[in-house]
């Protein structure tokens, strides 16, 4: 902290120390002539008035101090510093009851309690003008600068749903920042008690159920939602509704973003097709990750894609001793390596650009920094790409995780956590044929080392690099049309964080070989997606067509976390399952044998039946017919 900050503080404690003084002083004075006004006139003992005025000023400003009282931004207090006060100034008085009772054998009970009564009302109305006057101040400057005008000319009229904490706060940003281009018109709020008032000077224009009528009556441009703690559904059949009445909708971050620390309370943003396609967050077991974390070496490979980035970013809340970010990519791992740096905590960051199938680096980074703790995201997860490219696949996603596993057994991590894939079930193409390929490696050193390995299954991840969220961006931004490969096909979606979390919180469940889904809800139709990325950007589906490119080598149609029959029936952590899967008995002899395949075709057939054969419970035949895409 600077030194003229620190005057400034030290004069605004010095300033409210003075008044505190005086206004107990006053309250003393006032309250002596009310209850004895002859006596203060002819009779009043001075000294003794005056030392006990004294006392009872230097008692409460040592309770203040060290209640932080003198710490508190006054403008910005809640009823909890009001509370203080009171309770600073009543432990003040009742020190001086004890202490005139010790001294002369009685106290003035009556005088101390109206003492008490004046001083908190003048006490508490010096802590109040404060900020009425810099209300006024900002007023006066809003003012000066035309705001009112300019409002009136330009600025969006703009509905807010929701005049809870969150609605009132963004009223007052708006109201002292000249860069919102808003005019809060009015509220929309269920609570029955605060219709037709005013909340911080703006109307409760009506409920929910009136939404619509309360848009068209008043000409709103705008609509923000301002409801951080509402659950994901009534969440969406609110946003779906403003959304069909008002093109431009902002809303407020969910409170798990606030708790997260990614966005403030009263930070708006468009309205995203997380919002359209959200359930409610998996909590994370905050104990169980920080024991399992906290002053451990944890290594995250793949570190600069979508999912291996946001693992970086959730497990340094946790305090780890180090965090290596291991990816093949330079500038990936740069980008990440620069955004955690920033956070400037106390956690040695250490970049590894390295390639997962070259056993003999992974052996060098094991050996000098022996992680506790393997996040495994790296892989190639591309499904057309790798069914052109099987020999690729099967070098990356197979041998990969069969090494940096193996580096964690050799060199005594304690955990070690797979990310897989909801095309490993019952997989019609190379890239989820691999990847299962990849579980059954894990499922078999599970079996036979000390660390503790797991496998997380999840479906496709929002926001990610290879997800279609960017693709139909990209497509409206350029006037369409949007393309989907069937009308009928559907895909089980989760976000980013939620899809870190689960990886996080197996690491802490796994007791060893675990296969963990999540509970994703229902799948949702692609075609739907794209209707739905159409309205949030602002057209309709007359401006921007939807055409239909066909099924691509190696999709389904849908797509599975298990197969029927697989999951245990009881979750094993809040929407966190574990699968029932077949071990592979004869995995030495079949990676063998793949390796004898040159052609891609040998290997793409070889790799989707052996798959399927090891997730079929009731066969170990290699000639199993493939499952058909549909």
């Not at 739905?532 to 921007?544: R, Y």
């Not at 599975?560 to 699968?579: C, D, N, Q, R, S």
Request: charged letters at 20%; a neutral charge.
């Amino acid at each position: 902290m600077s030194i003229p900050e620190l005057s400034r503080k030290s004069f605004r404690t010095s300033v409210l120390v003075i008044l505190d003084i005086a206004a107990i002083l006053s309250s003393m004075l006032v309250t002596y002539y009310f209850l004895y006004p002859i006596e203060f006139i002819q009779n009043i003992d001075r000294n003794h008035f005056i030392e006990t005025a004294f006392l009872y000023s230097a008692l409460f400003i040592v309770m203040a101090g060290l209640s932080r009282l003198y710490r508190v931004a006054w403008r910005f207090a809640s009823m909890s510093e009001a509370i203080r006060l009171a309770m600073t100034l009543f432990m003040s008085t009742f020190v001086l009851y004890v202490i005139q009772f010790a001294v002369y054998g009685e106290a003035m009970e009556r005088m101390l309690f109206l003492s008490f009564c004046l001083s908190l009302l003048l006490l508490g109305g010096i802590r109040l003008g404060s900020r009425i006057y810099v209300t006024w101040k900002q007023d006066q400057l809003s003012i000066l600068r035309g705001r009112t005008m300019k409002r009136r000319e330009n600025q969006k009229r703009t509905l807010i749903i929701g005049a809870g904490q969150a609605g009132r706060m963004l009223v007052r940003q708006i109201n002292q920042s000249d860069n919102h281009r808003m005019n809060p018109v009015g509220f929309i709020d269920d609570n029955s008690h605060l219709q037709n008032l005013t909340v911080n000077g703006v109307k409760v224009l009506g409920t929910l159920i009136e939404l619509e009528n309360v848009v068209e009556a008043h000409a709103i441009d705008k609509i923000v939602f301002a409801i951080p703690s509402m659950n994901y559904q009534d969440r969406l059949t609110i946003i779906k509704r403003a959304k069909a009445i008002c093109t431009n909708v902002h809303t407020l971050p969910m409170i798990e973003e606030v708790a997260a620390g990614k966005v403030a309370v009263n930070q708006m943003r468009q309205v995203s097709i997380d919002d359209l396609l959200g359930r409610e967050p998996v909590e994370l077991d905050i104990s169980g990750i920080q024991s399992e974390v906290e002053g451990k070496t944890v290594l995250v490979t793949g570190a600069g894609g979508s999912i291996g980035s946001e693992i970086c970013r959730q497990i340094l809340k946790f305090n780890p001793k180090c965090l290596l970010l291991l990816g093949h990519g330079e500038n990936s791992i740069y980008l990440i390596e620069r955004e955690l740096r920033e956070l400037n905590l106390d956690v040695e960051i250490i970049p590894v650009i390295a390639d997962v199938q070259d056993l003999d680096r992974l052996h060098d980074v094991f050996m000098r920094h022996l992680p506790d703790l393997v996040f495994h995201a790296a892989a190639h997860k591309h499904v057309p790409l790798m069914e052109a490219n099987p020999h690729e696949a099967v070098k990356n996603n197979i041998y990969g995780t069969k090494n940096v596993a193996e580096m964690a057994d050799k060199y005594g991590a304690s955990r070690f956590v797979m990310i897989s894939t909801d095309k490993a079930v019952n997989p019609t193409n190379v890239m989820g044929s691999t990847k299962r390929v990849a579980e059954m490696i894990v499922q078999n050193l599970a079996k036979k080392s000390r660390t503790k390995y797991a496998v997380v299954r999840f479906g496709n991840v929002l926001g990610s690099r290879g997800s279609v969220i960017p693709l139909f961006k990209s497509q409206i931004e350029k006037g369409g049309p949007v393309t989907v490969t069937h009308p009928d096909m559907t895909r089980y979606f989760m976000t980013i964080p939620e899809a870190s979390r689960l990886v996080i919180q197996a690491g802490t469940l796994a007791d060893g070989g675990e296969v963990f889904v999540l509970d994703m809800g229902d799948p949702v139709k692609i075609v739907d997606l794209a209707r739905n990325m159409i309205k949030l950007s602002g057209f309709t589906e007359d401006q921007i067509l939807i055409a239909y490119s066909g099924i691509r080598p190696g999709e389904k149609m849908f797509e599975e976390l298990l197969k029927e029959g697989e999951v245990h029936p009881e979750a094993v952590y809040p929407k966190i399952f574990t699968g029932i899967v077949t071990d592979e008995t004869n995995l030495d002899k079949k990676l063998e044998k793949m390796n004898e395949l040159k052609t891609s075709e040998a290997l793409s057939l070889y790799l989707i039946n052996w798959a399927n054969d090891c997730l079929d419970l009731n066969s170990s035949s290699l000639n199993k017919n493939v499952p058909e895409t549909v």
